[in-house]
């Protein structure tokens, strides 16, 4: 009892103090960013993303290699240190955006396929609660997606990479890029919010996703425009996060998970349903 009230009035002091720093020269308050037009609910949610723009989001409705899926052992795996994956270090933190869909971090990067040659720069990283991939059909509670944009080709490439997110609970078992991340969350409660994050060092993340094993498969953005031949890079290994840190992270980006999608190469699931309606309304 007494501990719970201790950890309680612990909890309020540093949300006090993080609240009274915000706008600071510690917690900057940054100009606002543009929230997203599309959604996860209702009309604007994944089962209506084709009718927001039939034409930039028809993958979402007809593609046939879309993204999220059920990874099993069918799906192929690579060496991560097949792939050279840089990111500098951001001592000073760098901006995280609320878009209203998403909380995003802003850093360079690079990431190129030394199999093939491709070379991608780093746009973003941004984060799903819950994760949008399962693995045997589990779910896990989060998901870290790297957008890496092709260099030098006339239609933009993308590849992702990517990390499942599992709860951990010892004080401190957070990875350190996520709590270095998540350490001012609560300055972009509000989305069009956008502060600067905690110190952030990627070494230990990079020679995470380097030394272990990485399922790779061609999707696509599990967000409009849907876009296909996303080159996906899903790390064997998970990141972890505390529970604490994992309840105030999902209080602000709330629900972000597009549907299960179908298995690779078959029938888009939205073209699936229409087609069964034509044929219910003609029998
Ligand atoms: C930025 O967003 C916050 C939170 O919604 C709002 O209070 C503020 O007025 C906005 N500022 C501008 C310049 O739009
Ligand atoms: C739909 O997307 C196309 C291509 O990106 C764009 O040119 C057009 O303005 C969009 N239409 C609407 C209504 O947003
Ligand atoms: C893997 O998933 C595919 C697609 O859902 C399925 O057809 C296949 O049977 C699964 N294989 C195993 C070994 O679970
Ligand atoms: C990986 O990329 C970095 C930055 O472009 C470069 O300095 C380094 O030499 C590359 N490493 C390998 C093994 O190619």
Redesign the pocket.
């Known amino acids: 009892m007494f501990a719970s009230l201790f950890l309680t009035s612990l909890t309020a002091v540093a949300k006090v103090s993080a609240n009274c720093a915000h706008g600071t020269s510690v917690f900057p308050r940054l100009p606002n960013v543009t929230v997203s037009t599309f959604g996860y609910d209702a009309l604007k949610g994944p089962l209506n993303w084709y009718a927001l723009n039939k034409t930039a989001n028809a993958a979402c409705e007809k593609g046939t290699t879309q993204s999220p899926i059920v990874i099993n052992s069918t799906i192929s795996r690579v060496q991560g240190s097949t792939l050279?994956w840089?990111v500098p270090d951001y001592s000073d933190g760098a901006e995280f955006q609320n878009l209203g869909t998403n909380v995003e971090v802003i850093v360079d990067g690079?990431l190129?396929d030394?199999s093939s040659g491709a070379a991608y720069s780093l746009a973003q990283f941004h984060f799903h609660t819950p994760a949008e991939h399962r693995v045997e059909d589990e779910f896990y509670p989060m998901e870290m997606h790297w957008v890496f944009e092709s260099e030098g080709t006339a239609t933009p490439q993308f590849a992702v990479v990517a990390f499942l997110v599992e709860l951990c609970e010892s004080p401190g078992c957070t990875d350190p890029v996520l709590a270095a991340v998540f350490s001012t969350i609560d300055d972009i409660a509000v989305p069009g919010e956008a502060a600067m994050t905690g110190p952030l060092a990627f070494g230990q993340l990079i020679d995470k996703f380097e030394n272990s094993q990485v399922y790779r498969y061609g999707g696509s953005l599990t967000t409009p425009p849907c876009t296909e031949n996303v080159d996906w890079l899903i790390s064997t290994e998970s990141l972890y996060i505390d529970v604490p840190t994992w309840l105030s992270v999902k209080k602000v980006i709330k629900y972000n998970a597009r549907y299960t999608q179908d298995v690779l190469g078959g029938v888009n699931l939205l073209q699936n349903a229409a087609d069964d309606l034509c044929k219910s309304t003609s029998d």
């Open positions: 050279n840089t690079s190129v030394m």
